[in-house]
């Protein structure tokens, strides 16, 4: 009968420090899938931004002409290049080889006074598009990931000041969002940048007397403002 008794006790004690481990067990889980949930929210919004400032920086690549395409152009007798009527010209320009391209950029350079330089707006236009359609996701996303990281920066602190997590921890993963932070950041600084110095190569090719850039204009400038009021929004810690 006693080992029957000692037996059923031991059984009961084992069920109780079961119980009684229960719950750290569960806050450790969520905790772990807390920090993993926010670590793929940082990666995305970083990843965001850095789409967004590859999309600008296409934008200010197609609205410039730089280069062997000046020298292209001077070699098509400073004729205008466009996709349509320079294509080829550009192509037998280019195939001449780097030398032949410094050559004609001087010349272009020399030229560029007296001539009109188009921008061709078939390459730009799905460009500009593109990016406004990143910003409208970086600009309907980042607002919701950047509270979640207050609210985690909260908790942390929190947490720390109790004791429940070491230094390492919390420096680790306040390190993380700081850079993360000023990544997003960079990204949207260098976009509004790109965007600025787009419009103004637009406005210029419009000064030299290109027409229908208005539409162009106005979609990139609104580019650069919402770059500059997301920027405004990022609290680097």
């Not at 390459?123 to 950047?146: D, H, N, W």
């Not at 940048?193 to 229908?212: F, I, N, V």
């Not at 609104?222 to 009021?229: G, H, K, Q």
Request: hydrophobic share 45%; glycine share 8%; proline share 2%.
């Amino acid at each position: 009968m006693l080992p029957a008794k000692i037996l059923v006790l031991s059984v009961i004690v084992m069920s109780v420090a079961a119980c009684g481990q229960m719950p750290s067990v569960s806050r450790n889980a969520s905790a772990l899938s807390f920090t993993a949930t926010q670590d793929g929210a940082d990666d995305a919004m970083v990843e965001q931004a850095r789409a967004l400032d590859q999309m600008t920086k296409d934008i200010l690549r197609r609205t410039t002409m730089q280069g062997a395409a000046i020298g292209a152009a001077a070699g098509c007798g400073l004729a205008v290049v466009s996709a349509s009527e320079g294509g080829k010209c550009l192509v037998g320009a280019l195939a001449g080889g780097a030398a032949g391209a410094v050559v004609g950029n001087a010349v272009g350079q020399r030229k560029v006074r007296e001539r009109v330089e188009l921008v061709s707006l078939s390459r730009v236009t799905p460009a500009i598009s593109g990016a406004q359609k990143q910003m409208a996701t970086l600009t309907e996303t980042m607002p919701g990931l950047l509270e979640s990281q207050d609210q985690e920066i909260a908790d942390l602190k929190a947490a720390h000041a109790a004791g429940e997590i070491s230094d390492k921890a919390y420096a680790g993963r306040m390190a993380e969002i700081r850079t993360a932070r000023a990544e997003v950041a960079q990204a949207l600084s260098m976009s509004a940048e790109q965007a600025r110095a787009a419009k103004l190569a637009l406005k210029d090719a419009g000064a030299k007397g290109q027409t229908g850039l208005d539409w162009h204009i106005i979609s990139i400038e609104t580019l650069e403002d919402e770059a500059v009021s997301a920027r405004s929004r990022i609290s680097l810690l």
